[in-house]
């Protein structure tokens, strides 16, 4: 007789459910190449909707729409933001639209769900001396032992890289040695949905790589190939540069809270503001849409403006 610890709880998603969803995350993983972190997002989204269902004795297969909204309603309740739902919304729908064309539901419910309007931010940019300043901040102390020595010079390359070539923070975390190109100024990643790009490094990110591969990176390397590793010597992971990104800022900046997304938003903002084609800084970030690099040209004409009030006598 099975234990009450074996019997499914009343908030666990039906078995079929988590077949479905699992043969989903292949689908992202395998046929659509979707990043890791997008593939989670997408499966937490409709695991929640299963769990949600599974209380009404319903599944993903029987749900109709007002099922749907009544969960879409429950996570607004729950005090979720509107990005956020509207993110449960997009996972819905591709969810609906897969499992539809492969048979394995009968109609989409999906169809009639309405889409959340979401106020679109305008993303934080630090000024050309900001970005300086945080990134020339891990010095290496006169009396640092070889890990204390090897932590700094690991800090100011990952700062000097993510500011310089305008890396996502996962691209930073999954690089490997034989990507960095020092002779040629050039790195190679692999970035969402498995599009391969090389892109320049700057001349103060190879000579702070170069400093840490030949000083630091042996103190921590593990034997693997990645390009850097934490205080625990292990491959460095996207909350460890998140956490070393946000110290050195409220370090440097006064207490200004600072992200990875921070130093590729100003790249590219610094980069449009001293005159790249927005083709170039598209090709940059690897953007599969010129749309979503229109985002920093707002940035620059609120600069723009600033500098107009600041500067002419009658404004």
């Known amino acids: 007789m099975p234990s009450r610890a074996d019997l499914p709880r009343p908030d666990d998603p039906r078995p079929d459910d988590e077949e479905l969803i699992r043969a989903f995350a292949d689908h992202l993983a395998l046929e659509r190449r979707l990043s890791e972190h997008t593939v989670a997002a997408y499966r937490r989204d409709l695991t929640q909707l299963a769990a949600f269902l599974a209380r009404g004795r319903r599944g993903l297969r029987s749900a109709g729409v007002d099922e749907l909204r009544r969960f879409l309603a429950q996570q607004t309740t729950l005090g979720y933001a509107r990005s956020s739902i509207a993110r449960r919304v997009a996972s819905i729908r591709t969810f609906y639209r897969f499992a539809l064309a492969r048979g394995l539901v009968e109609r989409d419910p999906s169809a009639l769900l309405g889409r959340p309007k979401v106020v679109q931010r305008l993303p934080g940019v630090l000024r050309p001396r900001e970005a300086a300043a945080l990134v020339e901040a891990p010095e290496v102390p006169a009396d640092a032992g070889p890990l204390e020595r090897a932590i700094a010079l690991r800090d100011r390359a990952i700062l000097e890289l993510m ?15 034989d990507r960095l190109d020092l002779v040629r100024g050039r790195v190679t990643v692999m970035g969402k949905g498995s599009k391969e790009r090389e892109v ?24 693997s190939s990645a390009a850097f590793f934490n205080r625990r010597r292990r491959p460095i992971g996207t909350r460890d540069i998140r956490r070393l990104v946000g110290r050195y800022g409220r370090r440097t900046l006064g207490g200004r809270q600072v992200t990875p997304h921070t130093l590729r938003h100003s790249f590219a903002t610094h980069l449009l503001e001293g005159g790249a084609d927005i083709r170039v800084v598209q090709e940059l970030l690897g953007h599969a ?26 404004a």
Do not use: K, M, N, W
């Open 163 to 177: 500011y310089g070539s305008g890396l996502r923070v996962a691209e930073v975390a999954a690089l490997t040695i």
């Open 200 to 223: 320049p490094l700057s001349e103060p990110a190879r000579e702070a790589l170069a400093a840490y591969l030949r000083s630091g990176r042996p103190e921590l390397a593990d034997g």
């Open 289 to 314: 849409s010129v749309a979503t690099t229109q985002r920093y040209t707002h940035v620059s004409r609120t600069r723009l403006f600033d500098a107009y009030r600041r500067s002419h006598p009658r």
